[in-house]
């Protein structure tokens, strides 16, 4: 937790008390979903023939099983980007880590190949989204670290192609190939825990709310568009009064959130009016 | 709060931010006459030099507010 008081060089003067977004949780974030990123491609290959046990797989639907990966992260990763501009890069992300656990753990019970087909796709969609979303992530977080960063998910990714190759076999003697599928879904669950929510503001106090403060109506907290532009302001052209360093406190604001700020905030301000 | 829409039109040209005075002094020179007028008084109200009093004026306030909008709006469109 950290406070500052910062006066911009607007007419606002106001104090931030704020968590810091641990850039070590995000990182461990990033780590995690580099994790999932192939593992549900390559566990299922070296056990085929044991899934074949549990119901019939034709070879036109190998073939076809065969054609997913690519078609999946073709498709959902062209349509990732389409969620940021709306959404921001958190939402898609934790959806994205949603469809692959589901995917996985759901293809794991399938009855017929229909069922692990279709889940196939789900689990293989989130895959696509996080293999577009995980870059412009790595460059919001760690824009000074980029290619360090990068290169430590590219070499993860490895590992997610690797191991469960190497684990397929023998976790599937020991348990069946269901557990042994399914159980990679826990690295997309582990993935989850640590990511960012978006951030609320839990109290803001400034000049302007004196006469509200006096007569006891305490503002509660909140989600406001308003407060990317307020925190932006603040980010760009503000000097500290006392405190921490506004940069120690509060996470750079994109121009994107800056402009998602302003469209979700222009039509009450013109309702105001 | 005509104020606050210049300011967010600054904000979205420019990409920087300004005070509400300085929004206003970018602002003004860009708007036809009748709009400019009005935007200024607003501003010296602002600012103490002016008593503002609005009566009367609404219809012009309201195409004010209805410019700015439609100038902001190209610039945050997805």
Redesign the interface.
Known sequence: MCETEIG????QRFHVTTVKQSRLLVLIAIIFVSLNLRSALTAPAAIFDQIKASFPISDTARGIIGMLPPMSFALFGWLAPLLV??HGLDKPILLALGMIFLGIVGRSLSINVWMYSLLSIVCLGGIGMCNALLPPIIKQHFPNRFGLVTSIYTSLIYVSAGLPSLLAVPLTQAVGWRVSTGSWAVFALIAVVPWHFPPRIEFMCGKWFRAQFEKGEIPVATDDPDLA?LL??AE??SITLSGSKVEEVLDHIP?ID??RA??DS?PG??A?? | MILTLAKMWYNASTTKFSSKNGAADWAIPQLPEVHAGLLDQARKAYLGEFVDNWVGKEKELASLDDHLKRSIEPLISI
């Open positions: 911009t060089d607007t007419d501009p709306k532009l932006a302001q760009r052209n121009w800056i402009q302003m469209r222009l301000l013109m105001s009016i």
